[in-house]
Protein backbone atom coordinates (compact mmCIF):
# COMPACT_ATOMS: atom_id res chain seq x y z
CA UNK A 1 0.00 0.00 0.00
CA UNK A 2 2.69 2.35 0.42
CA UNK A 3 2.49 3.59 -3.48
CA UNK A 4 -0.98 4.47 -2.36
CA UNK A 5 -0.78 8.19 -2.52
CA UNK A 6 0.79 8.55 -5.87
CA UNK A 7 -1.56 6.14 -7.77
CA UNK A 8 -4.67 8.41 -5.96
CA UNK A 9 -2.69 11.85 -7.33
CA UNK A 10 -2.69 9.68 -10.72
CA UNK A 11 -6.65 9.05 -10.49
CA UNK A 12 -7.19 12.72 -9.24
CA UNK A 13 -5.02 13.64 -12.41
CA UNK A 14 -7.23 11.55 -14.50
CA UNK A 15 -10.53 13.06 -12.98
CA UNK A 16 -9.80 16.52 -13.44
CA UNK A 17 -8.44 15.81 -17.09
CA UNK A 18 -12.07 14.27 -17.89
CA UNK A 19 -13.51 17.42 -16.21
CA UNK A 20 -11.37 19.66 -18.78
CA UNK A 21 -12.79 17.00 -21.52
CA UNK A 22 -16.67 17.36 -20.78
CA UNK A 23 -16.24 20.54 -20.80
CA UNK A 24 -14.65 21.49 -24.16
CA UNK A 25 -17.47 18.73 -25.94
CA UNK A 26 -19.63 20.85 -23.97
CA UNK A 27 -18.72 24.65 -24.94
CA UNK A 28 -18.50 23.54 -28.35
CA UNK A 29 -22.54 23.82 -28.22
CA UNK A 30 -23.20 20.91 -30.36
CA UNK A 31 -24.34 18.96 -27.39
CA UNK A 32 -21.81 17.48 -24.27
CA UNK A 33 -20.84 13.96 -23.54
CA UNK A 34 -23.08 11.05 -23.12
CA UNK A 35 -22.36 10.82 -19.53
CA UNK A 36 -23.34 13.79 -18.86
CA UNK A 37 -25.92 14.61 -21.13
CA UNK A 38 -28.67 14.30 -19.07
CA UNK A 39 -27.31 16.99 -15.44
CA UNK A 40 -26.53 19.32 -18.41
CA UNK A 41 -29.78 19.76 -19.56
CA UNK A 42 -31.13 19.78 -16.31
CA UNK A 43 -28.58 22.91 -15.61
CA UNK A 44 -30.60 24.41 -18.40
CA UNK A 45 -33.64 24.23 -17.29
CA UNK A 46 -32.81 25.53 -13.39
CA UNK A 47 -30.30 27.78 -13.93
CA UNK A 48 -30.03 27.90 -10.50
CA UNK A 49 -28.19 25.09 -10.05
CA UNK A 50 -24.34 24.98 -11.96
CA UNK A 51 -23.51 21.99 -14.60
CA UNK A 52 -21.02 20.46 -11.34
CA UNK A 53 -24.27 20.35 -9.10
CA UNK A 54 -26.17 18.79 -11.31
CA UNK A 55 -23.22 16.30 -12.29
CA UNK A 56 -23.11 15.84 -8.45
CA UNK A 57 -26.84 15.28 -7.84
CA UNK A 58 -26.82 12.74 -11.30
CA UNK A 59 -23.73 10.85 -9.92
CA UNK A 60 -25.22 10.26 -6.04
CA UNK A 61 -28.08 8.64 -8.15
CA UNK A 62 -25.68 6.93 -9.74
CA UNK A 63 -24.34 5.20 -6.63
CA UNK A 64 -27.76 4.78 -5.07
CA UNK A 65 -28.57 2.93 -8.28
CA UNK A 66 -25.32 0.73 -7.51
CA UNK A 67 -26.38 -0.09 -4.08
CA UNK A 68 -29.98 -1.24 -5.27
CA UNK A 69 -28.77 -3.08 -7.77
CA UNK A 70 -25.36 -4.89 -6.35
CA UNK A 71 -27.19 -4.72 -2.43
CA UNK A 72 -25.14 -7.08 -0.24
CA UNK A 73 -21.97 -7.43 -3.01
CA UNK A 74 -21.94 -3.10 -3.00
CA UNK A 75 -18.72 -2.70 -0.96
CA UNK A 76 -18.06 -0.31 1.36
CA UNK A 77 -14.75 1.26 0.01
CA UNK A 78 -17.00 2.11 -2.86
CA UNK A 79 -18.71 5.30 -1.24
CA UNK A 80 -15.72 6.59 -2.07
CA UNK A 81 -16.69 6.76 -5.01
CA UNK A 82 -18.69 9.86 -3.41
CA UNK A 83 -15.31 11.61 -2.93
CA UNK A 84 -14.85 10.88 -6.90
CA UNK A 85 -18.24 12.71 -7.34
CA UNK A 86 -17.00 15.84 -5.54
CA UNK A 87 -13.59 16.20 -7.34
CA UNK A 88 -15.20 15.92 -10.64
CA UNK A 89 -18.25 18.44 -10.21
CA UNK A 90 -16.78 20.98 -8.61
CA UNK A 91 -13.86 20.80 -11.53
CA UNK A 92 -16.37 20.91 -13.99
CA UNK A 93 -17.58 24.20 -13.42
CA UNK A 94 -13.65 25.48 -12.86
CA UNK A 95 -13.39 23.89 -16.19
CA UNK A 96 -16.55 26.03 -17.35
CA UNK A 97 -15.12 28.85 -16.00
CA UNK A 98 -11.93 28.67 -17.19
CA UNK A 99 -12.62 27.65 -20.69
CA UNK A 100 -15.41 30.01 -20.87
CA UNK A 101 -13.28 32.37 -22.62
CA UNK A 102 -13.92 30.01 -25.52
CA UNK A 103 -16.49 31.41 -27.56
CA UNK A 104 -16.40 29.39 -30.89
CA UNK A 105 -19.01 30.40 -33.39
CA UNK A 106 -17.89 29.12 -36.44
CA UNK A 107 -18.68 25.26 -37.45
CA UNK A 108 -14.84 24.09 -37.58
CA UNK A 109 -14.02 25.92 -33.98
CA UNK A 110 -17.36 24.09 -32.57
CA UNK A 111 -15.88 20.59 -34.18
CA UNK A 112 -12.73 21.78 -32.80
CA UNK A 113 -13.38 22.05 -29.29
CA UNK A 114 -15.34 18.44 -29.65
CA UNK A 115 -12.34 17.30 -31.35
CA UNK A 116 -10.45 18.18 -28.84
CA UNK A 117 -12.62 17.40 -26.05
CA UNK A 118 -12.89 14.26 -27.02
CA UNK A 119 -9.10 13.26 -27.09
CA UNK A 120 -8.89 15.00 -23.03
CA UNK A 121 -11.45 13.17 -21.99
CA UNK A 122 -9.79 10.14 -23.91
CA UNK A 123 -6.80 11.05 -22.09
CA UNK A 124 -8.29 11.13 -18.78
CA UNK A 125 -10.00 8.04 -18.81
CA UNK A 126 -6.84 6.01 -19.18
CA UNK A 127 -4.93 8.16 -16.77
CA UNK A 128 -8.02 7.11 -14.29
CA UNK A 129 -8.12 3.57 -14.80
CA UNK A 130 -4.62 3.08 -15.00
CA UNK A 131 -4.28 2.97 -11.07
CA UNK A 132 -6.56 0.80 -10.52
CA UNK A 133 -7.95 2.56 -7.24
CA UNK A 134 -11.96 3.36 -7.65
CA UNK A 135 -14.13 3.25 -10.22
CA UNK A 136 -16.30 6.71 -10.89
CA UNK A 137 -19.61 6.58 -10.76
CA UNK A 138 -20.93 6.29 -14.75
CA UNK A 139 -18.35 3.30 -14.63
CA UNK A 140 -19.48 1.87 -11.56
CA UNK A 141 -23.08 1.40 -12.74
CA UNK A 142 -22.10 -0.16 -15.55
CA UNK A 143 -19.96 -2.68 -13.92
CA UNK A 144 -22.96 -3.11 -11.97
CA UNK A 145 -25.63 -3.63 -14.61
CA UNK A 146 -23.23 -5.98 -16.39
CA UNK A 147 -22.47 -8.39 -13.02
CA UNK A 148 -26.36 -8.82 -12.40
CA UNK A 149 -27.39 -9.14 -15.99
CA UNK A 150 -24.69 -11.48 -17.04
CA UNK A 151 -24.42 -8.81 -19.76
CA UNK A 152 -20.72 -8.49 -21.19
CA UNK A 153 -19.28 -4.95 -19.89
CA UNK A 154 -18.88 -3.34 -23.49
CA UNK A 155 -22.50 -4.31 -24.57
CA UNK A 156 -24.08 -2.45 -21.47
CA UNK A 157 -22.09 0.26 -21.66
CA UNK A 158 -22.98 1.16 -25.45
CA UNK A 159 -26.54 0.42 -24.27
CA UNK A 160 -25.90 2.90 -21.31
CA UNK A 161 -25.06 5.83 -22.88
CA UNK A 162 -27.61 5.53 -25.22
CA UNK A 163 -30.44 5.58 -23.06
CA UNK A 164 -28.69 8.50 -21.42
CA UNK A 165 -28.80 9.97 -24.25
CA UNK A 166 -32.70 9.57 -24.95
CA UNK A 167 -33.46 10.50 -21.93
CA UNK A 168 -31.48 13.54 -21.70
CA UNK A 169 -33.70 14.23 -25.51
CA UNK A 170 -36.72 13.77 -23.67
CA UNK A 171 -36.03 16.14 -21.06
CA UNK A 172 -34.81 18.39 -23.61
CA UNK A 173 -38.28 18.25 -25.78
CA UNK A 174 -40.28 18.76 -22.53
CA UNK A 175 -38.17 21.33 -20.83
CA UNK A 176 -37.69 23.36 -24.67
CA UNK A 177 -39.77 21.76 -26.70
CA UNK A 178 -36.41 21.19 -28.91
CA UNK A 179 -33.19 19.81 -28.53
CA UNK A 180 -30.84 21.83 -26.01
CA UNK A 181 -27.42 20.10 -24.78
CA UNK A 182 -28.24 17.14 -26.54
CA UNK A 183 -27.01 17.36 -30.36
CA UNK A 184 -24.49 16.02 -32.97
CA UNK A 185 -21.14 16.86 -30.79
CA UNK A 186 -22.98 13.85 -27.92
CA UNK A 187 -22.69 11.26 -31.00
CA UNK A 188 -19.36 12.28 -31.98
CA UNK A 189 -17.92 12.45 -28.23
CA UNK A 190 -19.72 8.94 -27.79
CA UNK A 191 -18.07 7.25 -31.10
CA UNK A 192 -14.72 8.71 -30.96
CA UNK A 193 -13.96 8.30 -27.49
CA UNK A 194 -13.78 4.69 -27.16
CA UNK A 195 -11.02 4.30 -30.23
CA UNK A 196 -9.22 7.43 -29.11
CA UNK A 197 -8.64 5.33 -25.86
CA UNK A 198 -7.71 2.24 -27.76
CA UNK A 199 -5.09 4.60 -30.04
CA UNK A 200 -3.72 6.10 -26.71
CA UNK A 201 -3.04 2.60 -25.11
CA UNK A 202 -1.65 1.69 -28.64
CA UNK A 203 0.83 4.50 -28.88
CA UNK A 204 2.25 5.68 -25.24
CA UNK A 205 2.98 3.55 -22.14
CA UNK A 206 2.77 6.32 -19.63
CA UNK A 207 0.08 4.35 -18.34
CA UNK A 208 2.00 1.23 -17.81
CA UNK A 209 4.10 3.11 -15.50
CA UNK A 210 0.96 4.10 -13.74
CA UNK A 211 -0.15 0.50 -13.54
CA UNK A 212 2.85 -1.02 -11.97
CA UNK A 213 2.37 1.33 -9.11
CA UNK A 214 -0.57 -0.69 -8.10
CA UNK A 215 1.16 -4.21 -9.08
CA UNK A 216 4.47 -3.69 -6.68
CA UNK A 217 2.15 -3.35 -3.96
CA UNK A 218 1.67 -6.74 -4.12
CA UNK A 219 5.30 -7.27 -4.48
CA UNK A 220 4.79 -8.16 -8.07
Not at 35 to 64: A, E
Amino acid sequence: MNNMPQRLVFFALGVVINSFGVALITLGNLGTSAISSVPYVCSLQFPMFSFGVTTFIWNILLILLQVVLLRRDFKPSQFLQIMVNVLFSAMIDVSMAILGVLYPTMLWEQFLCIGLGCVALAFGIVIELAPNVVVVPGEGVVRAIAKVSGVRVGTVKAVFDITLIIIAAVLSLIFFHGLRGVGIGTVISAVLVGPIINIVNRVFTFQHCIQALALSRDGR
